[in-house]
């Protein structure tokens, strides 16, 4: 895993920054009850999403959690005094307290489904009765557009997949959390180019061919002679389910 200390600096400008994360504030608020009153941000990073949240809704108070001490300096500039560094798998708030909570791009860095568990049953214990959980699924698979790129990174073994839809359902469901809807939203800036994708897997984000391994030489040679270097290709898309807690 990327250390996001170390990543909070450029994070938001490798990752498509204000029209990413408008898209994403949207498609999250538009499965959130109106009379929603309290919500949690869970692993807010830099805060650039959460601000769009207690921005888009004046009666909405929004309190972030990050464990990256970096990433929460940066989410307490844009929220002062709203921002919590904490470790979602023990989050430090009374049982019941949001209306809703919200995990964008966090299952999927966990290590396996106890973890994963644990996020989700601590989302599930910080709701209110009738409050809505939040959450991105199978977000790896939204980077494969099809693309070249796609093409040369498929020689790169795949690492366990954590954040899968029904898994996710099925482990909402063991915390009281039913389905109650999703949404797709488009990662502005965030498709790839040829020199990106090398960019990328020069500084480990490919975890499972870190630098200097002979197959991550190998992928790097294959990028280099794809064409239209500078040229980004689609973007990704990224899909967010909604569960309610009974």
Not at 114 to 137: D, F, H, K, M, S
Not at 178 to 201: E, M, N, T
Request: aromatic content about 4%.
């Amino acid at each position: 895993m990327l250390d996001y200390d170390e990543e909070a600096q450029r994070y938001d400008a490798l990752r498509g920054g204000e029209p990413r994360a408008a898209a994403a504030a949207e498609a999250v608020l538009g499965l959130i009850p109106d009379q929603a009153r309290e919500l949690c941000d869970i692993a807010c990073g830099t805060g650039l999403v959460t601000r769009r949240f207690a921005a888009a809704r004046p009666g909405l108070r929004v309190t972030g959690v990050d464990l990256a001490a970096a990433m929460t300096r940066m989410a307490a500039s844009r929220l002062p005094g709203r921002v919590v560094r904490a470790d979602s798998r023990r989050l430090p708030f009374a049982g019941a307290r949001f209306d809703a909570v919200v995990s964008v791009w966090l299952l999927h860095l966990l290590s396996g489904p106890q973890e994963v568990g644990a996020v989700i049953a601590e989302c599930a214990r910080v709701l209110r009765p009738g409050g809505v959980y939040v959450t991105t699924v199978d977000k790896g698979a939204a980077h494969n557009v099809g693309s070249d790129i796609d093409a040369v990174l498929a020689a790169r073994p795949r690492s366990p997949v954590h954040d899968a839809a029904a898994d996710v359902e099925a482990c909402a469901a063991r915390h009281g959390l039913v389905a109650a809807g999703q949404a797709r939203f488009r990662g502005h800036g965030q498709g790839r180019s040829p020199r990106r994708a090398l960019a990328d897997l020069r500084r480990g984000w490919f975890v499972t061919v870190p630098p200097g391994d002979p197959l991550a030489e190998h992928i790097a040679a294959r990028l280099a002679d794809l064409p239209d270097q500078d040229r980004p290709r689609p973007d990704p898309v990224f899909t967010l389910r909604a569960f309610r807690k009974v």
